[in-house]
Structure formats: C-alpha cells, structure tokens
C-alpha cells in the first residue's frame, strides 16, 4: 500500500547527475517524503528527507515541487557505488510506520 | 549516523527447527522497533512492529505465533523463527527510530536459509 510511484529501473554515466523521480500525488500535509537506498543484500541506507522546502546534504538533494505531489532526488556526480535500489517513501513525521514500494534501480555504467 | 546491528547475518538451519534473530540499537534507546522480510528482487515487506515491554503488532498475513518478537529491553529486539520451513527462507531486516528525529535505521539484515 506504498503511497509512492518510481520508475522501475534507469541508468546513468558514471561521473553524471542522477535524477530519480518519485510520484507521490496523493500526499498529505503532515507526511514527509524520505529517500532510502538498498544495496544489493544490505539493509537500506537512509539518504534524505524532507517536507516541502528542497534539502540537500553530503550524500544527495531533494527537490519537492511546490504542491509536493512528486520529487526527484539528484545524486550529483553518481559513481558505481551508487548502484542500488532508490525508494521514495512518504510518511507522517514521527510516525514510526516505514512501508517500501517497489522502488528504482539505479545502475551506474562506466 | 545511529548504529543498528543484526545477528547473526547468515544462518541454515533445518527444516522444523527455530531460529532466534537479535536487533540492537547501539547508541541509543529505541522504543520502538520494526521486522521487515524481503524475498528475493522483491521490496521490503513490514512484518511486525515491536514495542518495548508490550506484545508486538503484527501486520495482516503474518503468523504471530510463527514468527515470536520479542522486546525485553530499550536496545534490544529479537525475532523467533518457529518451525522453520523452506518458505520461510528470506532476508530479515530489523529497524529502529531514533526518538525525537523521525529517522529510522536499518540493520544489516539476516539471510535465513532453510533447508
């Protein structure tokens, strides 16, 4: 019951922005949208979060648009540790409850 | 960032058998604690919600008198396999909130293999 839509899978040059789309048109005020990444057999990675102002911070940017219906997160200069599975998440602040979507998985080619 | 560690990270076991997965915060309290399983190129699926000192709530679908969660303690929680079966194979992932941010860390994850 993931309240988000990612594409499934995409690609992108070593070395370039990576820009991950999530739809979340469905959002209510009071929800974040969170970025997790998983490598492959590890547990997620938290990556970002945010409410309604754009976040940046040493691992990625989160750009929400202005009526928060969807995101995208920007990995600036993606290297080949960058591949993962990206899940876009929206949750009520401090509501403990995390449930994952299918998510996207980022390949990062040389 | 906050520490949360799983143990063990790798266990085969037989068929009827259980087995006792453990989740620890390392630096700091958690009140709360989250089971995920994740089967192979599928997303994580929540299992159950592990409060400390209170029974553990259990989302639709997922045997609680199967898969036994217990939380005894502020850093510590731990999930029971019981009688194992080959379906029951998975990756388990165990999670917890840092209080008063909102965060939420993953631990590492147990591959469960049942033979």
């Known amino acids: 019951d993931a309240k988000t839509t990612q594409p499934p899978s995409m690609d992108c040059a070593e070395g370039r922005a990576a820009n991950l789309p999530c739809n979340h048109s469905?959002?209510?005020?009071?929800?974040?949208v969170y970025w997790y990444r998983q490598i492959h057999s590890q547990g997620p990675q938290y990556i970002i979060h945010?409410?309604?102002n754009n976040e940046t911070n040493e691992m990625a940017s989160l750009i929400i648009t202005e009526d928060r219906k969807s995101s995208t997160l920007i990995l600036p200069h993606a290297t080949l540790r960058d591949t993962a599975v990206y899940y876009c998440i929206v949750r009520p602040a401090f509501n403990n409850d995390m449930r994952f979507g299918a998510g996207t998985r980022l390949t990062v080619k040389p | 960032g906050a520490v949360v560690s799983q143990h063990p990270s790798r266990v085969i076991c037989k068929s009827g058998t259980s087995v006792k997965i453990e989740c620890r915060s390392l630096d700091f309290q958690a009140t709360t604690m989250f089971w995920y399983r994740q089967f192979p190129k599928q997303s994580l699926m929540l299992m159950a919600t592990?409060?400390?000192?209170?029974?553990?709530?259990?989302e639709q679908g997922v045997e609680k008198d199967k898969f036994l969660i217990n939380h005894a303690s502020l850093t510590l929680s731990t999930l029971t396999v019981t009688s194992a079966h080959p379906e029951d194979s998975s990756f388990y992932i165990c999670?917890?909130?840092?209080?008063?941010?909102?965060?939420?860390?993953f631990g590492e994850g147990s591959r469960l293999t049942v033979l």
């Open positions: 999670s917890a909130s840092v209080p008063g941010t909102g965060e939420l860390f």
């Open positions: 592990s409060n400390e000192g209170s029974k553990a709530t259990y």
């Open positions: 945010g409410l309604k």
């Open positions: 469905t959002i209510s005020g009071n929800e974040y």
